[in-house]
Every structure is written in structure tokens, then in C-alpha cells.
């Protein structure tokens, strides 16, 4: 069981008390963990805590943008997915606090997403809607910029250029690759495209993937203007 002191130091971190301490308990208690002590595990919590994060998401899209449904769908998977989610965990180390067996919970995204969904469950048992979704704008950092930031990288820029050349019949286009950079497990890829052996739209990105979409995006940008 979680002490008062590892308690206390999860609320400093999360920036939030609970009048019921046991529901903070169950949402750190892995399945592996409550098997194992004949004790409630968080997935309920984590369940909850996953309908409450969608709600609150697809709020704040709903309130400060005017994306289509598609568009807004797209935003929304990427923001409450287990990859963005387990950022506030790993950055304040509450994955330390999650009581488990025979895994080290560090090595896994989803159990850090799951973690956080529980906190979510929680902190609404505990409180109310308003609460949570205080938290969690707060926690994920939600901003306009954010969210324009998250639109560029979800949206699909291959596509749309694709669509864009084809008006054309003399121009064809690839994908170049000018480098990849950095350590094994945080490269950094450099791609351009080339029309008719002239270049464009040179971006960067942390996945071959990412790098060509953005390059995409600037090439689209550039052609639009030379019309």
C-alpha cells in the first residue's frame, strides 16, 4: 500500500488533495499487484477515467475550434493517446508510486497512459467533472498552439499534395531522404521533395513518416505561391 508520505508527495505532483485517500490508492494499484494482495485494481478507474478524458477533450476542441468532425477526431486520438498521456507521468516520476509485480512499469507507455486515466477516474470520484477537466488541461498542456501543432502533424499532407500534382501532367514528384541524424533511438530524418529535379519543401522530423508530411505541407505552400 501506498504510504501517507508517497501520498502526499502524488498530490504535490498532480496538484490536487483527495478527501478520499483509498480512491487515490486503488489508482495505483496494477492488476498484476492486486491479484497478487487480494486487492482492487484501477481498471475501473482506468475505464472511467478514459471517458472522462475523452469528454473533456472533445470540449475543449468543441469550445475553441471549428474543425469538422474527421479533423477533430484526429486531434483528439493523438491528445488523449497513451504516447502524449504518459509525458506528465514519466516528467514527474509518478510511475515510481504505481504498485505492481514483476514488471518495471518505466518500460511501458501504455501503463503510464493507464496510470494517468486512473488518476482521472480518481480525481472525478473524488470530486467532480469541472475538477477534472481543470486537471487535465492543465496536466496536457493544452493550448491553440498546441492543438495547431498536433493538427499539422495529424493532418494529411501527402495526400493533399498528391491530389494537388495530378491537375498537372508534367510534373512528377519524389520523396528525397538528405539525412538521418541522432542516436538509434531518437533519430532525426531530413527529407525534401523533388519536382522535375527541383527541390522542395525541406523539413525534419523524428520518424521518416513525420519528415515527409511536414515537407509536404511547406512544398504545397511553396507551389500555391509560384501559381
Known amino acids: 500500500m501506498l504510504s501517507a508520505e508517497n501520498i502526499q508527495t502524488i498530490e504535490n505532483k498532480i496538484g490536487y488533495s483527495f478527501s478520499n485517500k483509498e480512491f487515490l490508492q486503488v489508482a495505483f494499484t496494477h492488476s498484476s499487484y492486486a491479484y497478487a494482495h487480494s486487492l482492487i485494481s484501477n481498471e475501473r478507474y482506468e475505464f472511467l477515467g478514459d471517458s472522462v478524458l475523452n469528454f473533456c477533450t472533445t470540449k475543449y476542441l468543441f469550445d475553441n475550434f471549428d474543425f469538422d468532425e474527421g479533423v477533430s477526431s484526429k486531434i483528439r486520438a493523438y491528445l488523449v493517446s497513451s504516447e502524449y498521456v504518459s509525458d506528465f507521468i514519466k516528467d514527474n516520476q509518478l510511475e515510481k508510486f504505481l504498485l505492481c509485480c514483476n514488471f518495471n512499469p518505466e518500460k511501458s507507455t501504455n501503463v503510464m497512459g493507464d496510470l494517468y486515466e486512473s488518476i482521472v477516474g480518481a480525481m472525478f470520484l473524488d470530486s467532480n467533472l469541472e475538477t477534472c477537466k481543470k486537471f487535465i488541461y492543465s496536466s496536457l498542456k493544452y493550448s ?52 522535375n529535379e527541383k527541390t522542395y519543401g525541406i523539413a525534419e522530423g523524428t520518424s521518416k513518416k513525420e519528415a515527409e508530411n511536414l515537407s509536404a505541407k511547406i512544398t504545397l505552400e511553396l507551389l500555391k505561391k509560384e501559381k
Open 144 to 195: 491553440k498552439e498546441l492543438v495547431e501543432t498536433v493538427h499539422t502533424k495529424t493532418r494529411d499532407y501527402k495526400s493533399e499534395l498528391q491530389e494537388y500534382l495530378q491537375q498537372f501532367d508534367d510534373k512528377e514528384f519524389e520523396y528525397v531522404q538528405l539525412s538521418k541524424t541522432g542516436p538509434a533511438h531518437a533519430p532525426i530524418f531530413k527529407i525534401a521533395i523533388k519536382i
